[in-house]
Protein backbone atom coordinates (compact mmCIF):
# COMPACT_ATOMS: atom_id res chain seq x y z
CA UNK A 1 0.00 0.00 0.00
CA UNK A 2 1.43 3.54 -0.89
CA UNK A 3 -1.76 5.71 -0.40
CA UNK A 4 -1.13 8.95 1.46
CA UNK A 5 -1.61 9.32 5.37
CA UNK A 6 -2.21 12.62 6.70
CA UNK A 7 -1.63 12.41 10.74
CA UNK A 8 -1.82 15.48 13.47
CA UNK A 9 0.51 13.83 15.44
CA UNK A 10 4.59 13.48 13.63
CA UNK A 11 4.36 10.03 12.77
CA UNK A 12 7.96 9.04 13.87
CA UNK A 13 6.43 10.12 17.86
CA UNK A 14 4.26 6.97 17.21
CA UNK A 15 5.46 3.75 17.73
CA UNK A 16 3.91 0.69 15.81
CA UNK A 17 2.51 2.42 12.75
CA UNK A 18 2.42 -0.34 10.27
CA UNK A 19 4.21 0.28 7.32
CA UNK A 20 3.02 0.69 3.39
CA UNK A 21 1.63 4.28 3.91
CA UNK A 22 3.00 7.24 3.17
CA UNK A 23 2.93 9.22 6.62
CA UNK A 24 2.60 13.03 6.15
CA UNK A 25 2.16 15.39 9.24
CA UNK A 26 -0.40 17.87 8.87
CA UNK A 27 -1.99 19.95 11.90
CA UNK A 28 -3.86 22.40 10.44
CA UNK A 29 -0.58 24.34 9.27
CA UNK A 30 -1.29 26.46 6.19
CA UNK A 31 0.80 24.40 3.70
CA UNK A 32 -0.25 21.18 2.98
CA UNK A 33 2.17 18.35 3.50
CA UNK A 34 1.37 16.93 -0.03
CA UNK A 35 -1.17 16.81 -2.74
CA UNK A 36 -4.91 16.50 -0.45
CA UNK A 37 -6.18 14.65 -3.90
CA UNK A 38 -3.20 11.54 -2.71
CA UNK A 39 -4.53 11.32 0.85
CA UNK A 40 -6.56 7.76 1.85
CA UNK A 41 -6.51 8.17 5.35
CA UNK A 42 -7.09 11.73 7.00
CA UNK A 43 -7.18 12.51 10.63
CA UNK A 44 -8.14 15.47 11.55
CA UNK A 45 -6.26 17.92 13.91
CA UNK A 46 -7.70 18.13 16.95
CA UNK A 47 -8.67 20.84 19.23
CA UNK A 48 -8.92 23.14 16.06
CA UNK A 49 -11.54 25.63 14.81
CA UNK A 50 -13.49 23.33 12.61
CA UNK A 51 -13.21 25.02 9.21
CA UNK A 52 -8.88 23.97 9.46
CA UNK A 53 -10.12 20.67 9.84
CA UNK A 54 -12.33 21.16 6.59
CA UNK A 55 -10.19 22.83 4.87
CA UNK A 56 -8.25 20.00 2.66
CA UNK A 57 -11.77 17.91 2.47
CA UNK A 58 -13.20 19.12 -0.93
CA UNK A 59 -9.44 18.40 -2.40
CA UNK A 60 -9.53 14.54 -0.56
CA UNK A 61 -10.69 13.24 -3.92
CA UNK A 62 -9.28 9.30 -2.78
CA UNK A 63 -10.22 10.03 0.45
CA UNK A 64 -11.64 6.21 2.03
CA UNK A 65 -11.10 7.16 6.30
CA UNK A 66 -11.94 10.06 7.78
CA UNK A 67 -10.54 9.99 11.51
CA UNK A 68 -11.62 12.12 14.51
CA UNK A 69 -9.54 12.54 17.43
CA UNK A 70 -12.71 13.86 19.48
CA UNK A 71 -15.61 12.14 20.22
CA UNK A 72 -18.06 14.45 18.94
CA UNK A 73 -18.13 14.74 14.65
CA UNK A 74 -19.99 17.97 14.61
CA UNK A 75 -17.15 19.41 13.85
CA UNK A 76 -16.28 17.64 10.61
CA UNK A 77 -19.83 16.75 9.37
CA UNK A 78 -20.75 19.45 7.43
CA UNK A 79 -17.89 19.32 5.55
CA UNK A 80 -18.55 15.46 4.98
CA UNK A 81 -20.96 16.56 1.71
CA UNK A 82 -18.06 17.57 -0.21
CA UNK A 83 -16.64 14.00 -0.32
CA UNK A 84 -17.07 10.93 -2.45
CA UNK A 85 -19.38 8.15 -1.97
CA UNK A 86 -17.95 5.41 0.75
CA UNK A 87 -15.83 7.37 2.89
CA UNK A 88 -16.15 6.19 6.66
CA UNK A 89 -16.34 8.23 9.20
CA UNK A 90 -14.69 7.10 12.33
CA UNK A 91 -14.62 8.73 15.79
CA UNK A 92 -12.30 8.76 18.95
CA UNK A 93 -14.24 6.46 21.03
CA UNK A 94 -11.85 5.23 23.54
CA UNK A 95 -9.99 8.16 23.98
CA UNK A 96 -11.43 10.91 25.72
CA UNK A 97 -13.30 8.83 28.27
CA UNK A 98 -10.67 9.00 31.00
CA UNK A 99 -9.61 12.73 31.28
CA UNK A 100 -13.32 13.93 30.23
CA UNK A 101 -14.81 11.88 33.31
CA UNK A 102 -11.97 13.48 35.93
CA UNK A 103 -13.30 16.52 34.94
CA UNK A 104 -17.08 16.01 35.05
CA UNK A 105 -16.51 14.65 38.51
CA UNK A 106 -13.96 17.72 39.61
CA UNK A 107 -16.56 20.18 38.02
CA UNK A 108 -19.51 18.11 40.52
CA UNK A 109 -17.59 18.05 43.55
CA UNK A 110 -16.20 21.69 42.88
CA UNK A 111 -19.80 23.18 42.60
CA UNK A 112 -21.22 21.34 45.48
CA UNK A 113 -18.64 21.68 47.44
CA UNK A 114 -17.81 25.61 46.95
CA UNK A 115 -14.30 25.31 45.47
CA UNK A 116 -14.19 28.59 43.56
CA UNK A 117 -15.88 30.42 46.38
CA UNK A 118 -12.14 28.66 48.73
CA UNK A 119 -10.31 30.11 45.95
CA UNK A 120 -11.82 33.72 45.83
CA UNK A 121 -11.66 33.97 49.51
CA UNK A 122 -7.93 32.58 49.78
CA UNK A 123 -6.73 35.58 47.24
CA UNK A 124 -8.81 37.75 49.78
CA UNK A 125 -6.78 35.65 52.89
CA UNK A 126 -10.23 35.37 54.37
CA UNK A 127 -11.18 31.94 56.03
CA UNK A 128 -14.54 31.08 54.27
CA UNK A 129 -15.91 28.55 56.40
CA UNK A 130 -19.84 27.08 56.24
CA UNK A 131 -22.04 23.92 54.95
CA UNK A 132 -22.05 22.78 51.89
CA UNK A 133 -23.90 20.63 50.13
CA UNK A 134 -22.33 16.72 49.67
CA UNK A 135 -22.37 14.52 46.48
CA UNK A 136 -23.34 11.45 48.66
CA UNK A 137 -26.94 10.66 48.88
CA UNK A 138 -28.34 12.52 45.92
CA UNK A 139 -30.04 11.22 42.80
CA UNK A 140 -27.98 11.94 39.69
CA UNK A 141 -28.96 11.93 35.95
CA UNK A 142 -26.48 10.91 33.24
CA UNK A 143 -27.73 12.50 29.50
CA UNK A 144 -26.30 10.66 26.66
CA UNK A 145 -25.17 7.23 27.91
CA UNK A 146 -22.34 5.92 25.25
CA UNK A 147 -18.87 5.57 26.92
CA UNK A 148 -18.33 8.71 28.01
CA UNK A 149 -21.33 8.43 30.13
CA UNK A 150 -20.45 4.95 31.47
CA UNK A 151 -16.89 6.44 32.29
CA UNK A 152 -18.36 9.03 34.37
CA UNK A 153 -20.86 6.59 36.13
CA UNK A 154 -18.10 4.13 36.84
CA UNK A 155 -16.42 7.11 38.81
CA UNK A 156 -19.14 8.35 40.15
CA UNK A 157 -19.78 4.54 41.66
CA UNK A 158 -17.82 4.86 45.24
CA UNK A 159 -19.61 8.16 45.95
CA UNK A 160 -22.80 6.71 47.95
CA UNK A 161 -25.35 7.70 45.58
CA UNK A 162 -28.97 7.55 46.27
CA UNK A 163 -29.68 6.76 42.10
CA UNK A 164 -28.25 7.14 38.74
CA UNK A 165 -30.90 7.31 35.93
CA UNK A 166 -29.15 6.59 32.60
CA UNK A 167 -30.80 8.65 29.52
CA UNK A 168 -29.76 8.22 25.63
CA UNK A 169 -31.49 7.84 22.12
CA UNK A 170 -32.19 4.23 22.53
CA UNK A 171 -33.63 2.16 25.57
CA UNK A 172 -31.34 -0.59 26.35
CA UNK A 173 -30.07 -2.69 29.27
CA UNK A 174 -26.21 -2.01 30.77
CA UNK A 175 -24.13 -4.15 33.58
CA UNK A 176 -25.05 -1.43 35.78
CA UNK A 177 -28.38 -0.95 35.01
CA UNK A 178 -31.32 0.02 32.05
CA UNK A 179 -30.70 3.35 29.92
CA UNK A 180 -34.50 5.10 29.28
CA UNK A 181 -34.86 6.84 25.84
CA UNK A 182 -35.14 10.47 25.46
CA UNK A 183 -38.78 9.91 25.25
CA UNK A 184 -38.07 9.01 29.53
CA UNK A 185 -36.62 12.31 30.12
CA UNK A 186 -39.36 14.55 31.42
CA UNK A 187 -40.19 12.45 33.99
CA UNK A 188 -37.13 11.17 35.18
CA UNK A 189 -35.94 15.04 34.91
CA UNK A 190 -37.75 16.77 38.25
CA UNK A 191 -36.03 13.96 40.51
CA UNK A 192 -32.14 14.68 39.97
CA UNK A 193 -30.05 16.34 42.13
CA UNK A 194 -27.65 16.33 39.45
CA UNK A 195 -27.37 16.59 35.83
CA UNK A 196 -24.97 15.74 33.61
CA UNK A 197 -25.01 16.09 29.95
CA UNK A 198 -22.99 13.79 27.67
CA UNK A 199 -24.76 13.52 24.69
CA UNK A 200 -23.41 13.95 21.24
CA UNK A 201 -24.46 17.60 19.94
CA UNK A 202 -27.03 16.40 16.71
CA UNK A 203 -29.91 17.84 15.16
CA UNK A 204 -32.02 16.30 17.51
CA UNK A 205 -29.83 17.44 20.91
CA UNK A 206 -29.67 20.97 20.09
CA UNK A 207 -30.76 23.55 22.83
CA UNK A 208 -32.36 20.56 24.48
CA UNK A 209 -31.73 21.80 27.56
CA UNK A 210 -34.52 25.05 26.87
CA UNK A 211 -36.29 26.90 29.03
CA UNK A 212 -38.58 23.73 29.74
CA UNK A 213 -35.89 21.26 30.24
CA UNK A 214 -34.73 23.98 32.64
CA UNK A 215 -37.93 24.77 34.26
CA UNK A 216 -38.81 21.13 35.19
CA UNK A 217 -35.12 20.61 37.32
CA UNK A 218 -35.02 20.32 40.87
CA UNK A 219 -34.99 23.74 43.13
CA UNK A 220 -30.97 23.69 44.08
CA UNK A 221 -30.09 21.04 41.29
CA UNK A 222 -26.84 21.40 39.21
CA UNK A 223 -26.42 21.33 35.78
CA UNK A 224 -23.20 19.82 34.32
CA UNK A 225 -22.57 20.16 30.63
CA UNK A 226 -19.20 18.23 29.25
CA UNK A 227 -21.21 17.59 26.02
CA UNK A 228 -21.05 20.81 23.43
CA UNK A 229 -21.98 24.04 24.26
CA UNK A 230 -24.99 23.95 21.36
CA UNK A 231 -26.87 21.75 24.25
CA UNK A 232 -27.84 24.04 26.11
CA UNK A 233 -29.81 27.15 25.15
CA UNK A 234 -26.94 30.26 26.66
CA UNK A 235 -30.09 32.80 27.17
CA UNK A 236 -32.62 30.44 28.60
CA UNK A 237 -29.78 29.07 30.92
CA UNK A 238 -29.17 32.69 32.01
CA UNK A 239 -32.27 33.21 33.07
CA UNK A 240 -32.61 30.13 35.04
CA UNK A 241 -29.18 30.97 36.67
CA UNK A 242 -30.12 34.29 37.74
CA UNK A 243 -33.00 33.52 39.75
CA UNK A 244 -30.31 31.52 41.93
CA UNK A 245 -32.91 28.52 41.75
CA UNK A 246 -30.36 26.16 39.94
CA UNK A 247 -26.41 25.98 39.35
CA UNK A 248 -24.33 25.45 36.31
CA UNK A 249 -21.08 23.87 35.95
CA UNK A 250 -20.20 24.01 32.27
CA UNK A 251 -17.05 22.71 30.37
CA UNK A 252 -18.67 23.90 26.86
CA UNK A 253 -20.44 27.35 26.26
CA UNK A 254 -22.62 28.77 23.45
CA UNK A 255 -20.97 30.99 22.32
CA UNK A 256 -17.65 28.91 22.22
CA UNK A 257 -14.86 30.70 23.05
CA UNK A 258 -17.23 32.70 25.47
CA UNK A 259 -16.55 36.32 24.37
CA UNK A 260 -15.09 38.55 27.61
CA UNK A 261 -17.91 40.64 27.96
CA UNK A 262 -20.74 37.52 27.96
CA UNK A 263 -23.17 37.47 30.85
CA UNK A 264 -22.47 33.91 31.47
CA UNK A 265 -19.29 34.38 33.20
CA UNK A 266 -20.66 36.41 35.88
CA UNK A 267 -23.94 34.38 36.01
CA UNK A 268 -24.31 33.53 39.92
CA UNK A 269 -24.20 30.15 40.51
CA UNK A 270 -22.10 29.53 37.77
CA UNK A 271 -18.64 27.67 37.23
CA UNK A 272 -16.83 27.49 34.15
CA UNK A 273 -14.05 25.73 32.75
CA UNK A 274 -12.43 26.53 28.63
CA UNK A 275 -13.78 23.02 27.09
CA UNK A 276 -10.70 21.20 28.87
CA UNK A 277 -12.28 17.49 29.18
CA UNK A 278 -10.27 16.04 26.88
CA UNK A 279 -7.04 18.05 26.63
CA UNK A 280 -4.75 15.87 29.41
CA UNK A 281 -1.71 13.63 29.70
CA UNK A 282 -3.69 10.74 29.13
CA UNK A 283 -4.95 12.31 25.51
CA UNK A 284 -2.09 11.10 23.29
CA UNK A 285 -1.29 7.78 24.82
CA UNK A 286 -4.39 6.80 24.08
CA UNK A 287 -5.05 8.73 20.79
CA UNK A 288 -1.61 7.13 19.31
CA UNK A 289 -3.18 3.30 20.47
CA UNK A 290 -6.39 4.05 18.63
CA UNK A 291 -4.18 5.47 15.55
CA UNK A 292 -1.67 2.31 15.69
CA UNK A 293 -4.70 -0.23 15.82
CA UNK A 294 -7.06 1.54 12.87
CA UNK A 295 -3.89 2.10 10.57
CA UNK A 296 -3.39 -1.31 11.17
CA UNK A 297 -6.88 -2.65 9.97
CA UNK A 298 -6.89 -0.75 7.33
CA UNK A 299 -3.56 -1.70 5.82
CA UNK A 300 -4.72 -5.22 6.11
CA UNK A 301 -8.01 -4.59 5.05
CA UNK A 302 -9.77 -5.29 7.88
CA UNK A 303 -12.89 -3.44 9.62
CA UNK A 304 -11.97 -0.63 11.25
CA UNK A 305 -13.76 0.38 14.51
CA UNK A 306 -16.20 3.02 15.42
CA UNK A 307 -17.18 3.84 12.32
CA UNK A 308 -20.19 6.51 12.36
CA UNK A 309 -20.91 7.23 9.15
CA UNK A 310 -20.49 6.16 5.80
CA UNK A 311 -20.77 9.30 3.10
CA UNK A 312 -23.35 8.18 0.28
CA UNK A 313 -25.28 6.18 2.26
CA UNK A 314 -29.51 6.14 3.18
CA UNK A 315 -29.59 8.17 6.52
CA UNK A 316 -25.75 9.88 6.23
Request: aromatic share 6%.
Amino acid sequence: MTADVWLPIPPEEIEGLPQGPHYRFWNGEETFPADPAECAFYVVPCMKPPGIGQRPLPEMTSLEVVQTLSAGIDHVESGLKQLPPGVRLCNARGVHEASTAELTLTLILASLRGVPDFVRAQDRGEWLSGFRPALADKNVLIVGYGSIGAAIEDRLAPFELARVARVARSERTTARGPVLPLTELSAVLPEADVVILCTPLTAATRHLVDADFLARMKDGALLVNVARGGVVDTKALLTELETGRITAALDVTDPEPLPREHPLWRAPGVLISPHVGGPTSAFLPRAKRLLVDQLTRYVNREPLRNVILTTGAVGA
